[in-house]
Every structure is written in structure tokens, then in C-alpha cells.
T-cell receptor
Framework: DVKVTQSSRYLVKRTGEKVFLECVQD?????MFWYRQDPGLGLRLIYFSYDVKMKEKGDIPEGYSVSREKKERFSLILESASTNQTSMYLC????????????FGQGTRLTVV | QQPVQSPQAVILREGEDAVINCSSSKALYSVHWYRQKHGEAPVFLMILLKGGEQKGHEKISASFNEKKQQSSLYLTASQLSYSGTYFC???????????FGKGTKLTVNP
């Protein structure tokens, strides 16, 4: 059974904290994605990684960074969390080739207070 | 740049049909469709890879018109289980970045 696992389902952090969201996939996928989901705005791409240590910015990278030191793990980092980063964060992975199914994790609901 | 979906929301009675549209201002080489039920992760429905291609999944099918840079998702004889938000996705900028539209919320009532 294929799996994309996000480390936390719910997270509450304080403004200014450094926050790490972790995502692990067990399918040996090359591509990994971080999305942010807000009501009425759909799934917005924050960052994309197509290989270890390789990344591309998505549509809304400001305030975020990523790390991919191992193929199976893709981390999203909020350097200094702000209240406008309160959101649902979804991680996904897919095989290299572009036109393959993406598998999503269950999401992390992050609240910044 | 996100693809544009329409309508934003649809309310149906069981057994009715619906069409969800997805378009892009940039050239499309493929279109992905996903469904997300409330509180769950998005789940893959289908990918259309060629212009004019049509695919089906249960009573859900889709078409892809490469020339018009648009795709349509057809839900026939809708069931309660079809309720959810439907997203279309496209690859962006010659890379494998998968970007999604804002979604179409479908509600099927008894």
C-alpha cells in the first residue's frame, strides 16, 4: 500500500518560531511537492523537488524553504512563522516523467498564534 | 500560473449530470483530475495525455482539447459518493511542477 506520511496532523506554533513540516514517502518517487490549501484558493504549489537536493520554486515560495537530503524525505521550513501562514499543508509525490499519478499525504493543519 | 476551473460550485440531486471545466492560458500537454472529500487527501481520478483524448472512471469521464487548451470532466448519473471538491492539474513551465486550479465543489443531495 503506497504511502505519503506527514509527521503531524495538527500543529500549533507561535509567531516567529522556526517550523519544520516533514513528509516521507515509501514509493521511491523522484518528485515531491508541498502545497498549501486555503478555502477558495485551491491547492497552491509552494515548492517542488525532482531529486535529492534539487528544488524549484512554486507559485508562493515566499516565507518558506525546503530541504531534501534523502530521496524519501521532503521537509518544508517556515523560517519565522507568521499568522498568515496558518493553513493546511499537503505533501505529494510522484514518479519522474511528469504525467504520473500524484499521491498525497493526509495534510498538516498548522495554526500560528 | 493556476489553471482556471468553472463553475466554482455545483449542487445536484442524485442521478443528475454535471460538467466541470478546466482551462489554461498556456499550452497544455496533459491534464490531471483529482477529487478531495471533506477532511481527506486528494485522490487521483485520471490523466489525459493527448489532445482529444477521452478517459473514463466509473461514471466519470473526461475529455481534453489540446487546441483549445481545456479539459472537461463529466459526471454522469451522479451518486452521493461523488460529493467533494474536484481539482484539475497541469504541468507548469516545461518542468514536472504540478499546479492545480482552485477547485470545483460538487454537492450531490438525495
Amino acid at each position: 500500500d503506497v504511502k505519503v506520511t506527514q509527521s503531524s496532523r495538527y500543529l500549533v506554533k507561535r509567531t516567529g518560531e522556526k517550523v519544520f513540516l516533514e513528509c516521507v514517502q515509501d514509493m521511491d518517487h523522484e518528485n515531491m511537492f508541498w502545497y498549501r490549501q486555503d478555502p477558495g484558493l485551491g491547492l497552491r504549489l509552494i515548492y517542488f523537488s525532482y531529486d535529492v537536493k534539487m528544488k524549484e520554486k512554486g507559485d508562493i515560495p515566499e516565507g518558506y524553504s525546503v530541504s531534501r537530503e534523502k530521496k524519501e524525505r521532503f521537509s518544508l521550513i517556515l523560517e519565522s512563522a507568521s499568522t498568515n501562514q496558518t493553513s493546511m499543508y499537503l505533501c505529494a509525490s510522484s514518479l519522474h516523467g511528469g504525467n504520473t499519478e500524484a499521491f498525497f499525504g493526509q495534510g498538516t493543519r498548522l495554526t500560528v498564534v | 500560473q493556476q489553471p482556471v476551473q468553472s463553475p466554482q460550485a455545483v449542487i445536484l440531486r442524485e442521478g443528475e449530470d454535471a460538467v466541470i471545466n478546466c482551462s489554461s492560458s498556456k499550452a497544455l500537454y496533459s491534464v490531471h483530475w483529482y477529487r478531495q472529500k471533506h477532511g481527506e487527501a486528494p485522490v487521483f481520478l485520471m490523466i489525459l495525455l493527448k489532445g482529444g483524448e477521452q478517459k473514463g472512471h466509473e461514471k466519470i469521464s473526461a475529455s481534453f482539447n489540446e487546441k483549445k487548451q481545456q479539459s472537461s470532466l463529466y459526471l454522469t448519473a451522479s451518486q452521493l459518493s461523488y460529493s467533494g471538491t474536484y481539482f484539475c492539474g497541469t504541468l507548469q513551465g516545461g518542468s514536472e511542477k504540478l499546479v492545480f486550479g482552485k477547485g470545483t465543489k460538487l454537492t450531490v443531495n438525495p
